[in-house]
């Protein structure tokens, strides 16, 4: 034969034993025939051999196991990011309003994780290709995918002391962040001290804005003159130290009595309407013929006539503000009664009311009844709605506050639910469902507000009767799903700009809303009128009608202000949340300028 021939014929029997070859992939060893040799032991250079590639096998699976765990933790912020925004279903907007379809996103998210994605019909068709050959080379079952191994190359990281100049660098952004979050945590921390610390700032220069009225009803009777009145008069227009305790509005008997006369009351009714109908904070009230019923009680020495209580009452009312009365009134009510204490002995009074008396009846008062000289006229305390039960002051001093903080803790307890919904439902149904579902999750926790309240007997019966208990349950609803999507909308901007800042939201929602309602506004600086408007403060005002039966004339205003919350934070929050999404897509668009 030629020798280009057998050159040539060689040449392909190459070719078809290479091809033979390569069928099948290395991987992949066909079963061991069986040995018709005898069983040796293996040598002891073999053992030793085994020994370090076992070793040697441990070490790379090793090594594939902490690459793993560093992965995982350098996975750990995006993780905590991507929670947050599962949280408020930030990630389910995204996905309803960018135009990418969910295949799409299944094979960025695969390419991202490093993935090979193949289309599903070309994957299929190769595998049934394989199959097929596998069955026609030897006619057994094809054999299971192959799977191929990680790479067991780890990489490393090098450790730095702290101190290494080679870790200068990034010695330097840690301070860095560690100071901008100091800068943070000061000005954070500063603005919730002169948020509350500011309303007590110079509180008792304000003492003059506590409106109260001085109703002189005593008048002049035939030669008799109202010596008892015009002797508080000057008192309250005359010391100094007065003035400062309040502003006093002075009321002569004409004026009282033709108010009286228009509204079909008693004078003494009428000063005790307009303390409850929260014109005045108290009221200074001599009596009608003071003076001529001092005189009557002189004259016939009586022994039932007591100066202290039938002459003068100063008139308040601690359902209307627990906490204001408490605090301040009665406080500026005794300190102008001991200031009185003093000012009557130089007043003359008793003197005075001797001189209207003729020797004989001077004489006989002075016999019979020594009390009605010796014994001072003052002023008895007329408390309109009184507060006795104790456990009102841990409702109205704390007990708004622990309702906005369980409104929180109320919102973070139902992300699970909104979360499996987000997965599942569309975008604006979703949303939907977060709006029922927060007005539910308040309905049922305001419940517990009425019920521990009257478990520790505080009656809800006074103002409303049997309905009391569905009208205070109403009055927390209102708080709560006031202040609930305010949280959340506050909630969701702080998340879009820093997420560590969502501390301060409870915080600064619980001192905005208390600084102007644990103390009367009156004594506030005027920034805080702002409480009218907030709804701690309304909610507040709303339990002294429900628990003390006080004036209901701002009923209508403070439920006004507690639904124009609801409905302009509920109608805000689906576009604050989908300006989070969009902002959020935009940012991840940014950070991923390849997919």
Known sequence: ???????????????????????????????????????????????????????????????????????????????????????????????????????????????????????????ESSDTSQDAELKESDGSPPRPPIERRRSSVATVVKKYSFWDEEFKNERVKIFMQMLVNYFFLLIGFAGVLCIYIGSYYKRDERYKDLKMAVVIADQNVGQLPNIVGQTIEFFFTNVSSVQTAGNFDIWNYTRISELALARNNTITEEVYRQVHHQKYWAAFYVHENATLDWF????????????????????????????????????????????????IPESGLVGKMLQTLNSTQAFDALQNSPQLITTIPTFFLTDLRPVTNPVAAATLQLGGVYTIVITFFSLIFSLGAQMAIAEKVKGLQYVMFKLVINQVSYLFVSLGFICLNTAFQLPFNRTFGHSGF?????????????????????????????????????????????????????????????????????????????????????????????????????ISLPFVMRWLAKRKAKQAAQNNPDE
């Open 1 to 123: 034969m030629p020798e280009s021939t057998r050159s040539s014929d060689e040449l392909q029997s190459n070719i078809s034993e290479n091809s033979e070859s390569e069928e099948y992939p290395t991987a992949y060893e066909p079963p061991a025939q069986p040995s018709t040799t005898t069983n040796r032991r293996p040598s002891l250079g073999r053992r030793i051999s085994n020994a370090a590639s076992n070793f040697l096998g441990s070490l790379d699976s090793r090594a594939e196991d902490e690459l793993m765990e560093e992965e995982d933790d350098a996975m750990v912020g995006i993780n905590q990011i991507d929670y947050m925004a599962q949280m408020y279903g930030t990630d389910e907007l995204r996905r309803r309003i960018t135009t990418k379809d969910e295949d799409e996103e299944e094979q960025s998210i695969k390419s991202f994780r490093g993935q090979h994605v193949e289309p599903p019909q070309q994957q």
């Open 470 to 570: 569905l009208v205070i349950w109403m009055f927390a609803f209102l708080l709560m799903s006031a202040v609930g999507s305010m949280i959340e909308l506050m909630v969701l901007i702080a998340f879009a700009f820093k997420p560590p800042l969502l501390g301060f939201v409870l915080v600064y929602s619980v001192v905005i809303n208390l600084s102007p309602t644990i103390s009367p506004i009156d004594l506030c600086p005027k920034f805080y009128r702002y409480g009218y408007a907030i709804p701690l403060r309304n909610f507040y005002d709303l339990l002294q009608v429900a628990y003390f039966d006080a004036w209901k004339g701002h009923m209508g205003r403070n439920i006004g202000v507690l639904i124009a919350w609801i409905a302009v934070s509920n």
């Open 296 to 343: 009557q009680a002189l004259a016939t020495q009586s022994q039932t006539f007591d100066p202290t209580t039938s002459i003068m009452e100063a008139v308040y009312s601690t359902g209307r503000d627990y906490n204001a009365v408490n605090n301040y009134i009665i406080t500026i009510i005794r300190q102008l009664l001991r200031g009185y204490t003093t000012f």
